[in-house]
């Protein structure tokens, strides 16, 4: 399977510990997008690389939240001191970067806070 | 600001018959949608795209279709099938043309 892959696809932690989720894109897309999503809403926009660079985050990505995609490849999202807020899906998107393009997702990452 | 958003939240149809799922949007700036469809426990599936150039486009028993003069969008797909059960969703470009905003989703249940 080439598509786009996440890890874990179940997380559950406790009230302020610390939490990372990686992405693998597919290979050939240099582009990287995180989403989250709660239950019966769409997905929001969290944050994009293109490449290594991180080039637009969301209003949403409070400063808990860092990405980063070092070489370009994989990224991971973290979220430090979490919050009962923070239980949702976590998606990974990715596309190529010619023009406009699909996103292809993950199948997400489930983060449940305790 | 950019909106978007669906007429119904759930949608029952017989196995069989044509499912009309609808979206209404806000930018009249967008010039690029996706219907995804998402089913429980895994991530959106793209199903099919249509640019604003465009006001139909038809794939494997799915249409879309966009009227730009109201912005609404349209899924249409054809012979209803069970495992077509899943959530629905329309995304807009944003913009900036770099990510997509999306709506609740309408759920698709497809009854024997």
């Known amino acids: 399977d080439t598509g786009v892959s996440q890890d874990p696809r179940h997380k559950i932690t406790k009230r302020g510990q610390n939490v990372t989720f990686r992405c693998d894109p597919i290979?050939?897309?240099?582009?990287l997008y995180w989403y989250r999503q709660t239950l019966g809403q769409g997905p929001e926009f969290l944050t994009y690389?293109?490449?290594?660079?991180?080039?637009?985050k969301s209003r949403l990505l409070s400063d808990r939240f860092s990405a980063e995609r070092p070489k370009g490849s994989f990224s991971t999202l973290e979220i430090q001191r979490t919050e009962q807020g923070d239980s949702a899906m976590y998606l990974c998107?990715?596309?190529?970067?010619?023009?406009?393009?699909?996103?292809?997702f993950g199948d997400g990452t489930r983060l449940s806070i305790l | 600001g950019e909106s978007v958003g669906l007429h119904l939240p759930t949608l029952s149809v017989q196995e069989g018959d044509n499912s009309i799922i609808n979206c209404a949007y806000s930018?009249?700036?967008?010039?690029?949608f996706i219907w995804y469809k998402q089913e429980s426990g895994k991530g959106p599936q793209f199903i099919i795209d249509?640019?604003?150039?465009?006001d139909k486009r038809q794939g494997q028993r799915v249409t879309v279709l966009l009227n730009k003069t109201v912005k609404h969008l349209s899924l249409q797909i054809a012979a209803t099938q069970p495992g077509d059960s899943a959530v629905y969703f329309c995304?807009?470009?944003?913009?900036?043309?770099?990510?997509?905003?999306f709506g609740p989703g309408t759920r698709l249940s497809v009854l024997p």
């Open positions: 995304a807009e470009m944003d913009n900036y043309g770099q990510n997509f905003v």
């Open positions: 290979s050939e897309h240099n582009r």
């Open positions: 249509i640019r604003s150039n465009m």
């Open positions: 930018n009249s700036a967008s010039d690029y």
């Open positions: 998107a990715s596309s190529l970067s010619t023009g406009v393009q699909p996103q292809h």
């Open positions: 690389f293109q490449n290594e660079a991180q080039l637009e």
